[in-house]
């Protein structure tokens, strides 16, 4: 039986490589949005991350398919964007020479770039390994300056087993507790970016998000909490994402006082596993909208590795194996074991009581 070592390894050297360039991409300006879709905008930086990660993945498992949000049609179409990306992908290696050769070094060129992009093609599905890739999560995040994630999981037979984020405008320090303002602009923050993993029954770690090298982990466990009066609970910013008026109601219900944490990315998974958070609500806003498995998976597994129960707003599991899209799931309600069962009712009395 595997112990997913040298996946994590490979994960999380690819999740660091990945954040050299995203950090490249806000510094140098050059962040501005490909697509005009409001909802869920592109920047230069999704397609670099993309074919950096499917690059190290591919090298160190030939076999293994990727579920990548980006495809690389619109760089096809359009070259001076597709050689703008690869001006900046094309010098972004790992500072350690051992660890970028560990991801096969640099991409050779630039139709090799839009070729990794487009490996992330895979169908999904409950048959052999599979990676979800959200190579920047919460792109509004990124482009305010806010949080935003690197996200990468293996899942094998439709289980999640390995999941990586790589987080660099949360703090490094776990324990630092969320505030009104920890969603807000923290990109030129000291002490901050946080590499976090987790392998199915091994636990959840942290370390400092790096260059190259890879410190020394901790391990990071959910907040033991009482009462869920004291809990602090998330969101996300966007009210088109996840319904902040249903989940004002369900916090009133719990009796939680204090005002919810709105921020973007699976930075909020990152969050409540480390203990600076408790809970995670994201109720649906439509009737047809799908889940994507590559805002969840790692956090999802990060969550339960960490002590806390991840699920759907009917208490069921999520379920990463029936293809891109988490279809068989609504919504997301992340807490620690002992008090998710409190919240999944609450949440149940609030979505029911407007059913009819
Ligand atoms: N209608 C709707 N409902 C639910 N979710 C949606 C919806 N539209 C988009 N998305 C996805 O939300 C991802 C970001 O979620 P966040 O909670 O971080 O929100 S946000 O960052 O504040 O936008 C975001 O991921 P990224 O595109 O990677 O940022 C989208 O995949
Ligand atoms: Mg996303």
Redo the contacts with the bound molecule.
């Keep these: 039986m595997s112990d997913y070592s040298s996946e994590l390894h490979i994960a999380l050297l690819a999740v660091q490589r990945a954040v050299i360039l995203t950090k490249r991409v806000f510094n140098e300006k050059a962040k501005g949005t490909v697509s005009k879709d409001d909802?869920?905008?592109?920047t230069i930086g999704?397609f670099g991350a993309q074919a950096l990660i499917i690059k190290a993945i591919k090298h160190a498992f030939p076999k293994d398919e990727v579920v990548g949000?980006e495809e690389a049609n619109t760089l096809r179409e359009n070259k001076a964007l597709s050689n703008q990306i690869w001006e900046l992908v094309k010098g972004t290696k790992l500072d350690e020479p051992s660890s970028d050769a560990a991801l096969g070094g640099e991409l050779e060129s630039e139709e090799d770039m839009l070729k990794a992009i487009d490996q992330g093609n895979s169908k999904g599905g409950n048959k052999g390994r599979i990676w979800a890739l959200?190579?920047?999560?919460?792109?509004?995040?990124?482009l305010r300056g806010g949080?935003?994630a690197v996200c990468l999981a293996l899942m094998v037979d439709g289980q999640v087993k390995v999941g990586v984020l790589g987080c660099p405008n949360l703090p490094v320090d776990d324990k630092e507790p969320l505030d009104a303002k920890s969603g807000e602009d923290a990109s030129d923050g000291p002490g901050r970016g946080v590499l976090i993993g987790a392998v199915e029954g091994q636990g959840a770690t942290s370390r400092p998000l790096g260059t190259g090298t890879l410190q020394n982990p901790s391990a990071i466990s959910m907040r033991p909490i009482q009462d869920l009066k004291d809990a602090t609970f998330c969101?996300?910013?966007?009210a088109?994402?996840?319904s902040h008026d249903d989940q004002a109601e369900i916090a009133k219900k719990l009796g939680i006082t204090k005002p919810s944490v709105?921020?973007?990315?699976?930075?909020?998974y990152a969050s409540i596993a480390r203990g600076a958070g408790d809970v995670y609500l994201?109720l649906?806003?439509?009737k047809t909208?799908e889940?994507?498995i590559?805002?969840h998976a790692a956090g999802d597994l990060i969550v339960r590795e960490a002590g806390g129960e991840v699920t759907d707003v009917h208490g069921n599991r999520l379920d990463f194996g029936v293809g891109r899209t988490l279809k068989n799931n609504k919504g997301v309600v992340a807490a620690p074991k002992a008090s998710h069962n409190e919240v999944v009712e609450a949440v149940k009395a609030v979505l029911g009581s407007k059913a009819s």
């Design positions: 909802k869920s905008p592109v999704d949000e959200d190579p920047i999560d919460g792109t509004k995040g990124f949080q935003y969101e996300s910013v966007e088109g994402h996840s709105r921020m973007d990315s699976q930075a909020k994201r649906p806003t439509s909208y889940e994507k590559w805002d």
